[in-house]
């Protein structure tokens, strides 16, 4: 087998697309998801039989799973696996700093290298190969990472040595794209109310000082289209903004706004759990006697 070969496991809204710019920037990959490879694989990839096979079989495997609780799963199956090649783990989901910090200390343990590296442009970020890489690991794997991380980046940032630094930095980033929708679908809605049209209220906003991410990007491509396709799940962004406001409290930082939000977004994945996170403007909408 070739020296550095590359895994990828998750091949979901994020992976797949990640994982054909690796493919793309002239990696070996193989891949795994459990919910199907074959059909997920992108084309160029070598579909594994399992996380075993694949742990057996590549150098560095990057990560791409739906929250802490499975990566953890994942790291312990690469752990267990009897005869794994494995050196480095880099992990690019969100996963919050304490499952971040426990993935490192053991996968350390075992000799193995970890970084935290979450991700932040949804999928088409992922899909344009543009996404910002939040990194915290031993700066030598940056540089031996740097190819990777170009191929699925366009800003790379190496916020500190330590796993779970990089979740940090990704959790407040989260907060502030979920309070942004938030408080957009609020805001939009009040000037509704008052007989304006949504898309004059959104490019009034958006040459003036309450721009923002759902402003900007969200309500005119995937709201006021009536698409609701950013591709991440409201369940997603719950999850990480119920990770940024525990982790705030461990931190004792300020959580009043933290709080708020956190309690919207629970009541939006009550109402549609299957949502995409776009559509808690549908969900505050359904509140009101604007409507759609
Ligand atoms: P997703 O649910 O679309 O993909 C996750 C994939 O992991 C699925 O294909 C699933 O089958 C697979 N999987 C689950 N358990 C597994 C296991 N035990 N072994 C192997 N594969 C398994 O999620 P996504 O939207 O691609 O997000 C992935 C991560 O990236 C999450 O942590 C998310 O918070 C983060 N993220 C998402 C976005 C976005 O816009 N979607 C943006 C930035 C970061």
Redesign the pocket.
Known sequence: MAANTFGF???????APMCANLVAAGLSMRV????GTAE?APEGAVAADS?ADLAATTDTVFL????GK?SG??CDAVLATADRRVSRVVD????GPEAAGAMGAKLNAAGITFVDA??????AG?IAGSLTVIASGPESDMNDLATAFDAVGGNIFHVGEAPGQAQAVKLLNNFLSATAMAATSEAVLFGQKYGVDISTILDCVNVSSGRNTASADKFPNRVVTGTYD????TA?MT??VALYLEQVRVAGTPDEIGSVVSGRWNAVLEDMPESDFTEIYRHIAGETQTGE
């Open positions: 496991i998750g091949l979901g809204n994020m992976g795994f998801d459990a919910a997920r996380i791409s799973l739906p929250d499975i799963l994942v690019f989901s969100t996963t979450p991700v932040s442009g949804g999928r992922a950013a591709g991440f799940a997603l999850k990480d």
